[in-house]
């Protein structure tokens, strides 16, 4: 058996996948995985999915495919934890599945839309600017600042 992928009291009635001991709670049966097949997918479309935020090359309806994923993502994994009895390991996996899910919307709600090659502009947050203002280097400016020591 896999680690990880024993449960208590498990209700399933169905094999997960090939090889894998464990069954596919109701809680999951819309998927067909048992939860550490299912947490472990869910962290691997986390992954792909941030990256084609981050690049920018997700569409808008792209995006909200992916918000729309996050929260039925999240719904299911709250059920899994209301209903049954886990194991520590699968635990800690859920809480680190669910820190993927919440790292994706973050990332998809602060990322703007589009490509910055799109919009024929370069992406203003990526361009570094000056930590001071231009008047800053005026020494006049400066004059009634106290020196550091």
Not at 60 to 78: D, G, K
Request: hydrophobic letters at 40%; proline letters at 6%; charged letters at 25%.
């Amino acid at each position: 058996m896999r680690p990880g992928c024993e449960m208590e009291n498990c209700n399933g009635h169905r094999a997960c996948i090939p090889r894998c001991k464990s069954s596919v709670p109701t809680e999951l049966d819309s998927v067909g995985l048992c939860v550490y097949h299912f947490t472990w997918s869910v962290e691997e479309a986390c992954a792909e999915m941030h990256r084609q935020v981050a690049l920018r090359k997700a569409t808008a309806e792209r995006r909200a495919e992916i918000a729309t994923y996050v929260s039925q993502s999240s719904f299911l994994l709250a059920r899994i934890t209301s209903n049954l009895c886990l194991s520590d390991d699968l635990k800690r996996r859920i809480l680190c599945t669910f820190l993927s899910l919440m790292n994706l919307k973050e990332n998809l709600e602060r990322t703007p839309l589009g490509n910055a090659s799109d919009r024929g502009i370069a992406a203003p947050e990526l361009i570094p600017t000056s930590a001071v203002g231009a008047d800053w280097l005026k020494p006049e400016s400066r004059a009634s600042l106290p020196i550091p020591v």
